[in-house]
């Protein structure tokens, strides 16, 4: 993300915050889905500048020799964090406590899910050490 987009993410923020404000005293209902429309777009464009920096990581792994379902599920586990904080902070925001917690709580199963290889392969390591 260069300089540019930064400053238009960091706009988008605060004139969504200013006007979600705004419309507490009447539209909160509208407030809801100006913040989210607002978390997609700074996502959008956060995402769009994620392209040369996993480009980076995969040449950086690449000369290691290691296998490449470890960084693929390094990477998915990283957007599953990220995806899975905006879900639940927009849950908090609107006053959802409980599907904000629900949201965390499918976060962490997937993660599980996700990091299954990753136990089967040092299991497997752990025997051949014994």
Request: some cysteine; glycine content about 8%; proline content about 2%.
């Amino acid at each position: 993300m260069d300089d540019i987009n930064l400053i238009g993410a960091l706009g988008i923020c605060i004139a969504a915050a200013a006007l979600c404000r705004v419309l507490d005293n009447g539209g909160r209902e509208y407030g809801v889905l100006l913040k989210t429309a607002a978390v997609a777009a700074v996502v959008i464009a956060a995402v769009s500048a994620l392209s040369p920096i996993i480009s980076e990581i995969e040449a950086l792994y690449g000369k290691t020799n290691g296998n490449s379902l470890y960084l693929t599920i390094m990477l998915k586990a990283v957007g599953i964090c990220f995806l899975t904080r905006f879900a639940a902070d927009i849950c908090r925001d609107s006053g959802e406590t409980a599907l904000g917690s629900a949201a965390e709580t499918v976060g962490k199963i997937s993660l599980l899910l996700l990091a299954l290889p990753l136990f089967e392969a040092v299991t497997q390591t752990i025997e051949r050490l014994l």
